[in-house]
């Protein structure tokens, strides 16, 4: 398996958090009050910015993303792009999470439809 650099892993990191932005909408128009996904992904860009690592900061941010997707598991875009945001933070722990943000995502437009060509 291929080692990262940090700043390999941080590019990564960026680049889940891009696509979790784009659907985080799917899920923050349903479940207006369910803040967790997007603290998230303000989790993951605040260590993409400053590089400050805390792993209980990143877990709790990831594992909460992943209980909001839980309780929005009957709308599976909702679902999906709260599953994002909980890779997109994770990557800070392992860059490979970055792959399932960008997975997430991509579930997240498939179930919504919202692919234009």
Known sequence: MKKYSKDDQRIMAQWAADCTERVLPFFEDIYTDDTRPRKALETCRTWIR??????????????????????????????????????????????????GGAFYALKAIAANNSYEA
Do not use: W
């Open 50 to 99: 400053t590089g400050v690592f805390r792993m209980a900061d990143i877990r709790v941010a990831s594992l909460a993303a992943h209980a909001a997707a839980r309780n929005a598991k009957e709308n599976p875009e909702a679902c999906f792009a709260a599953r994002a945001a909980g890779q997109a933070v994770a990557t800070a722990h392992v860059p490979q999470h970055a792959y």
